[in-house]
């Protein structure tokens, strides 16, 4: 009896575990009528005419109501659906799910599940002086006042911001200019599926202020004057595991609301994916990440606080080939800051495409406007950004924009894994012409040997030493809770923010077949930098910067 | 005179090898040329993996195979405490095969209300509990529950056969005659059994363990001399993972 009883627990233990969350691919959309002009926002029809994309495309057709219905019937639970891939994600036991796969119009059925990385690190939740510092830097760091001087403020721009909750969005006075101008235009919450979002996870808030927030006159973000859709797809306290069909269906409802922008800083990494699934071509969300860039949307990811943990790499959808990606900079130290996730993606393309600050200040209920860190932060400054170039000029496309705010950046056109193309410059589309004629700041000689570079006289300077692993307050050494634990956190009390790129010298070595092999980033305390053996590195590229000067050697 | 060139020949060296010396590297990032060789095959969910745990389970009476009397233990004392080493090869997705490593060490306090209704227990006995120092091990078959997941543990189902050698055996009582207290302790348990094994089942979620053991062993070689009597055969406790898991 007693071994009956076991086995039954088991039994029940096993079916109740089995139960799965599934992608039901469908065949067709056969029949379906479909009016992109009831159903799109007119700024959606205008972009999709501005990137000649067909305005009644397979991917926008609505799913069979008929197979919609069949699939209900049999399955657990309905969890949603997306038009792009023409797909029910539903829960399903295993009888069900084999009652599902035996249907004849029923192409595919994929399990998923998977748990979300917060691109968020910790916050302070004491101001200190010198935040104002910080404030300032985040937006100087890109030059944005450039885009000030000249009225670029994101006007006409539409984002949207894929989050996890958005309280005090409604009430505070940090976003009043956006609500005293209706600019938040929708909202929905993916999880409830109505559209209150303005509680929960106070991530989307901060994400928010870091794209358009302003206080007493101070910009935290460039875009203030750009017009809104906030989407709910994510819990955070309530549960480890996320889903990722509530970011496929809320980029797919950006898209039919006309965003121009999409802002995500979400993650998906170990909980459901390997490092060599990093490819863009194997997550179900890179490939809507890339989709909705070929609608015309400019997708901009964070890379995510990996940098420091046993991934290390970026996840999913900041893999995807068509999503801008943005890491983290140290602003004390103008580097990549330790948590950030590093490049390439599993194939070995180029991410993240670029990076701003990894530390900044953003608002978020309770703690108002205060220092808080993580690459979920460098994304918005970015899509303020890219919101302020638009506006320069909306004859733009999506991809057009895209490259463009990489040729933009500090370290363009040298590259590597940790800052992408570096941060991104106002001054390249505000004033085109300047810095063309800067000279050269150091030369590189060539022998029958070696390869010497030479820091010229009137650009060697000598950096400060950088410390790292430094805390100034015994408080941040006991309060810290480990995991978050970053190497190179800084306090703001700590001195000037320091430029981007400014004073260090950057190499790389990239290999015949195209990607890094190594990169490496020197701080400078002799002219003669370095200097390259020929024999030993034929066949391979070398790039070098410091100081807005780009050189590249093939050696042969 | 020859001294010098053959000084500056070796700094010259020395200054030309270490071209990089002079700098400090902020940053050094090498590629891997393969990311499915990253780890190496190690991981929660490649098909080597490692990691340490710690164990803290309470004994219970209840079944036993043979018919001698499980003595009831003193709940919330009667524990045990493991830390071991766990090593799992992945079969395949569904199907791993484990062997952990480990310390033990085990109370029993004895439920002295069901014990003086034994013939070797004297009602002048306050407390008695026996303490079993082990190493040991297990090994196990691993049923895991989502086998798509990416580098974690995730949710599993192990079910296996524990075994140890109880290499310190103790017993202490307490007792009071009178207003007078006395502890009596003997070492090295003759009649105790060196061995243990048993079965164990265990159901995991990342970090965290639940299980179970019966241990299908006897405590004592004798039992006719000693009354027939058997420790709870029967442990429930939960374990936990150090580590990226």
């Known amino acids: ?556 | 005179m020859r001294i010098v060139p053959k000084h500056s020949i070796l700094f010259i060296l020395i200054i030309s090898c270490t071209s990089l010396a002079a700098q400090t590297v902020l940053i050094k990032q090498t590629v891997p040329e393969n990311f499915e060789d990253k780890d190496e095959g190690h991981g929660p969910n490649r098909a080597h993996f490692s990691y340490p745990y710690f164990a803290l389970g309470v004994h219970t009476d209840g079944y036993s195979h043979e018919n001698d009397t499980i003595i009831s233990p003193v709940y919330g004392r009667s524990m045990e405490m493991r830390f071991g080493s766990r090593t799992r090869l992945k079969l395949n997705r569904f199907l791993g095969f484990g062997i952990d490593y480990e310390l033990g060490y085990s109370a029993h306090f004895i439920n002295l209300k069901d014990a003086y209704a034994l013939a070797n227990f004297s009602p002048d006995v306050k407390k008695a509990r026996y303490q079993i120092y082990t190493i040991g091990g297990a090994s196990y078959f691993q049923f895991n529950f989502e086998p798509k997941r990416g580098n974690q543990l995730g949710s599993y189902l192990d079910i296996g056969v524990f075994g140890g050698y109880n290499f310190g055996r103790k017993y202490s009582q307490t007792l009071k005659i009178g207003k007078e207290k006395s502890v009596y302790k003997l070492k090295k348990l003759q009649d105790f059994e060196k061995l243990n094994y048993g079965a164990i089942i265990r159901f995991g979620q990342r970090v965290w363990a639940i299980y179970a053991k019966y241990r299908y062993s006897n405590s004592f070689k004798n039992k006719t001399t000693t009354g027939n009597y058997e420790l709870p055969r029967l442990t429930f406790g939960f374990e936990y993972f150090f580590g990226k898991t």
Not at chain 1, 43 to 49: C, L, S, V
Not at chain 1, 175 to 198: L, M
Not at chain 1, 224 to 235: G, P
Not at chain 1, 511 to 538: C, H, Q, T, W
């Open chain 1, 1 to 556: 009896m007693r071994i009956v009883l076991v086995l039954f627990s088991f039994l029940l233990f096993n079916a109740y575990f089995s139960q799965e969350k599934y992608w039901v691919y469908l065949t067709d959309k056969d029949g379906v009528e479909f009016n992109p002009h009831n159903y799109f926002d007119q700024k959606a029809i205008n972009r999709r005419i501005k990137n000649n994309v067909p305005l009644n495309h397979f991917t926008d057709r609505p799913l069979r109501t008929d197979y919609q219905d069949k699939i209900s019937h049999i399955a657990e639970f309905i969890c949603g659906h997306t038009r792009w891939f023409n797909a029910i994600a539903c829960k399903l036991t295993p009888q069900q799910l084999i009652e599902i796969q035996n249907l004849a119009f029923v192409k595919e059925v994929l399990a998923m599940s998977t748990r979300t990385v917060f691109a968020e690190g910790n916050d302070y939740k004491e101001l200190h002086k010198g935040e104002q510092g910080l404030l300032e830097g985040q937006i100087a760091s890109m030059q944005g006042k450039e885009f000030t001087k000249k009225g670029l403020t994101g006007k006409g721009i539409r984002i949207c911001i894929i989050d996890a909750g958005f309280p005090d969005v409604n009430t505070s006075s940090i976003y009043q200019h956006i609500r005293d101008n209706n600019r938040i235009i929708k909202t929905w919450d993916f999880k409830k599926n109505k559209p209150d979002i303005y509680k929960y996870s106070s991530h989307g808030s901060t994400v928010l202020s870091c794209i358009a927030g302003k206080t007493d006159g101070v910009f935290i973000g460039l875009a203030i004057d750009s017009e809104f859709l906030l989407a709910r797809t994510e819990r955070i306290l309530y549960e480890g595991d996320a889903e990722e069909e509530d970011w496929l269906m809320a980029i797919e409802w950006a898209d039919k609301n006309g965003a121009d922008i999409v802002n995500s800083s979400l993650g998906y990494t170990s909980a459901r994916h390997f490092v060599e699934d990093m490819d863009g071509k194997t997550c179900i969300i890179s490939k809507a990440g890339n989709l909705a860039a070929r609608k015309g949307i400019l997708v901009i990811n964070a890379a995510g606080n990996e940098g420091a943990g046993n991934w290390k790499y970026i996840g999913a959808p900041a893999d995807a080939d068509s999503v801008l990606s943005v890491g983290g900079i140290n602003p004390w130290t103008g580097l990549h800051t330790s948590f950030s996730s590093y490049g390439p993606t599993a194939d070995h393309r180029l991410k993240p495409n670029l990076s701003a600050f990894g530390h900044v200040m953003g608002y978020s209920p309770g703690t108002g406007v205060h220092e808080t860190q993580g690459t979920s932060f460098s994304s918005p400054l970015v899509a303020g950004f890219a919101a302020c170039v638009w506006q320069s000029d909306t004859t733009l496309t999506n991809m057009e924009l895209f490259k463009k705010l990489e040729e933009s950046a500090n370290l363009h056109p040298y590259f590597d894994y940790a800052h992408g193309y570096g941060v991104p410059q106002a001054t390249y589309f505000t004033d085109p012409l300047n810095g063309t004629e800067e000279s050269e700041t150091f030369t590189l000689d060539e022998s029958e040997s070696f390869i010497q570079i030479t820091i010229k006289d009137e650009h060697f300077t000598i950096e400060d030493k950088i410390v790292f692993d430094y805390f100034p307050y015994t408080f941040n050494k006991l309060n810290r809770i480990p995991w978050l634990h970053f190497q190179d956190t800084y306090s703001t009390l700590d001195s000037n923010i320091k430029k981007s790129g400014a004073g260090y010298f950057y190499y790389h070595i990239e290999n015949d077949a195209g990607y890094l092999d190594e990169y490496l980033v020197l701080s400078v305390y002799e002219k003669n930098i370095l200097r390259i053996r020929k024999s030993e590195n034929i066949g391979k590229t070398y790039r070098f910067h410091y100081k807005g000067t780009s050189k590249k050697i093939t050696l042969e």
